[in-house]
């Protein structure tokens, strides 16, 4: 049966028999899609540069017998080798694969979702990884499932929140709140509202770089806790880089 080539991101794989994969990838047309690329395992010809999450290329996908499509080729059109040389950067595009997975439903496409992942692994392997840009890639995330949070007018009646230095900021309510609903939640200085604003509207992670650790850990805490709320389970890869020794990142994933 004819294949269709796509841009594609590999979120995940796992063995599937004896020598084939199944691996999880994001199509900006498609969404996400469950495929079978067969003896993955050991074709170095249709699967040259291997399939490791995190990779960006061109697949060649076919409807299989059944539900499952078959991944036929996938060839890399972007370096992924300083993955396997930087724990940060493994620990980040593991975190930006897996967070994806986990949120996004299957075949829902959102061009726009897929070129916020691709510019983040872009930013974290081609560049020096930081963890501003998974806090952005987050934002971005959130946005395109329809769950940003409010950062200027209450999430519970959508008065304006008036910013002497800090604000009640609530992740798992929607956001920040007004005197009247903030029953208790967390403050959040008002110059990391404006820090999430700014990765938001997609201003330069860069801008924040030297920003206080204390800022930039409020930051990633805030968004975090939105995140969190949405996640059924939580993710290999952070675990993962909790385990990792204390100088391989600033804020962590
Ligand atoms: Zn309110």
Same mark, same amino acid.
């Given at each position: 049966?004819?294949?269709?080539?796509?841009?594609?991101?590999?979120?995940?794989?796992?063995?599937?028999?004896?020598?084939?994969?199944?691996?999880?990838?994001?199509?900006?047309?498609?969404?996400?899609?469950?495929?079978?690329?067969?003896?993955?395992?050991?074709?170095?010809?249709?699967?040259?540069?291997?399939?490791?999450?995190?990779?960006?290329?061109?697949?060649?996908?076919?409807?299989?017998?059944?539900?499952?499509?078959?991944?036929?080729?996938?060839?890399?059109?972007?370096?992924?080798?300083?993955?396997?040389?930087?724990?940060?950067?493994?620990?980040?595009?593991?975190?930006?694969?897996?967070?994806?997975?986990?949120?996004?439903?299957?075949?829902?496409?959102?061009?726009?979702?897929?070129?916020?992942?691709?510019?983040?692994?872009?930013?974290?392997?081609?560049?020096?990884?930081?963890?501003?840009?998974?806090?952005?890639?987050?934002?971005?995330?959130?946005?395109?499932?329809?769950?940003?949070?409010?950062?200027?007018?209450?999430?519970?009646?959508?008065?304006?929140?008036?910013?002497?230095?800090?604000?009640?900021?609530?992740?798992?309510?929607? +956001?920040?709140?007004?005197?009247?609903?903030?029953? +208790?939640?967390?403050?959040?200085?008002?110059?990391?509202?404006?820090?999430?604003?700014?990765?938001?509207?997609?201003?330069?992670?860069?801008?924040?770089?030297?920003?206080?650790?204390?800022?930039?850990?409020?930051?990633?805490?805030?968004?975090?806790?939105?995140?969190?709320?949405?996640?059924?389970?939580?993710?290999?890869?952070?675990?993962?880089?909790?385990?990792?020794?204390?100088?391989?990142?600033?804020?962590?994933?």
């Amino acid at each position: 049966m004819q294949s269709q080539s796509t841009p594609a991101v590999i979120l995940r794989t796992r063995p599937l028999g004896e020598a084939d994969l199944l691996a999880i990838v994001l199509t900006p047309e498609q969404g996400k899609l469950e495929t079978a690329a067969a003896r993955a395992r050991n074709s170095k010809k249709r699967f040259a540069g291997g399939l490791s999450p995190g990779m960006r290329g061109v697949a060649a996908i076919a409807r299989g017998r059944g539900a499952l499509l078959r991944l036929e080729s996938f060839d890399a059109t972007a370096a992924h080798a300083p993955v396997g040389a930087d724990l940060t950067r493994f620990a980040y595009v593991a975190y930006l694969c897996e967070l994806t997975d986990e949120l996004v439903l299957a075949r829902h496409p959102d061009p726009e979702l897929f070129a916020a992942l691709c510019l983040a692994l872009e930013q974290v392997i081609g560049g020096a990884p930081q963890a501003l840009h998974l806090r952005q890639y987050e934002l971005a995330l959130l946005r395109c499932l329809g769950l940003s949070p409010a950062l200027t007018s209450c999430c519970v009646c959508g008065s304006e929140v008036g910013g002497d230095g800090s604000a009640a900021f609530d992740g798992p309510r929607g +956001g920040v709140l007004c005197l009247e609903h903030e029953r +208790g939640a967390p403050r959040l200085p008002t110059a990391a509202l404006a820090a999430i604003q700014h990765l938001e509207s997609g201003g330069e992670p860069a801008d924040l770089a030297s920003a206080p650790a204390a800022l930039r850990r409020a930051v990633r805490d805030a968004i975090q806790s939105i995140v969190r709320s949405h996640l059924r389970r939580p993710l290999h890869a952070q675990a993962f880089f909790a385990a990792l020794p204390r100088d391989a990142g600033a804020e962590g994933v």
